[in-house]
T-cell receptor, first 111, second 114 residues
Framework: DGGITQSPKYLFRKEGQNVTLSCEQNLNHDAMYWYRQDPGQGLRLIYYSQIVNDFQKGDIAEGYSVSREKKESFPLTVTSAQKNPTAFYLC??????????FGPGTRLTVL | EDQVTQSPEALRLQEGESSSLNCSYTVSGLRGLFWYRQDPGKGPEFLFTLYSAGEEKEKERLKATLTKKESFLHITAPKPEDSATYLCAVQEWGYGGATNKLIFGTGTLLAVQP
């Protein structure tokens, strides 16, 4: 059953903590993306990767880091440098320049 | 600055009352326009891709159209299960060719009452 999985569904972070959000896909898509969604705002691109071992900053990369060691996986770390991390985080994939498909999302809350 | 604007922000319809959602865009060169549906607490679900002015796509009660400046998502005889947020995104041509980056609008929240 092909798809995109994100875990955990809900995540709570204390001040000063780094947390890592998981995104895994078995669609054999080359490109993977991380977006952040806040109420009243459009999805904003954090990082994207078009090939293994390569990734580029999106529009709001400060305070985040990623890695792409395997085609199937693109984890996002929210560091303590991200001052306002509470948001809904979405992972997406696509092949070539076609439509992006999204995972179910992770809701991160800072305590 | 490249922008995508969706209107209205929210729309309430009675079941069976047809209407349209608007997505207007200003980009230097449009490569593709995408419509998504998003239910609360879930990831967006892909609906349509449109590439050129005059193009139309249909799926059940939904029809998407594209002009040089905007796209419409027409909903015919909606049902309560069509209630969701509808997102529009554009993909533009970059200096080296098409880019993978999408510019999203803020969405239209549609509520269909029985």
């Amino acid at each position: 059953d092909g798809g995109i999985t994100q875990s955990p569904k809900y995540l709570f972070r204390k001040e000063g903590q780094n947390v890592t959000l998981s995104c895994e896909q078995n669609l054999n898509h080359d490109a993977m993306y991380w977006y952040r969604q806040d109420p009243g705002q459009g999805l904003r691109l954090i990082y994207y990767s078009q090939i293994v071992n390569d990734f580029q900053k999106g529009d709001i990369a400060e305070g985040y880091s990623v890695s792409r060691e395997k085609k199937e996986s693109f984890p996002l770390t929210v560091t303590s440098a991200q001052k306002n991390p509470t948001a809904f985080y979405l992972c997406a994939t696509n092949r070539g320049l076609n439509e992006q498909f999204f995972g179910p999302g992770t809701r991160l809350t800072v305590l | 600055e490249d922008q995508v604007t969706q209107s209205p922000e929210a729309l309430r319809l009675q079941e069976g009352e047809s209407s349209s959602l608007n997505c207007s865009y200003t980009v230097s060169g449009l490569r593709g326009l995408f419509w998504y549906r998003q239910d609360p607490g879930k990831g967006p679900e892909f609906l349509f891709t449109l590439y050129s002015a005059g193009e139309e796509k249909e799926k059940e009660r939904l029809k998407a159209t594209l002009t040089k400046k905007e796209s419409f998502l027409h909903i015919t005889a909606p049902k309560p299960e069509d209630s969701a947020t509808y997102l529009c995104a554009v993909q533009e041509w970059g200096y080296g060719g098409a880019t993978n980056k999408l510019i999203f609008g803020t969405g239209t929240l549609l509520a269909v009452q029985p």
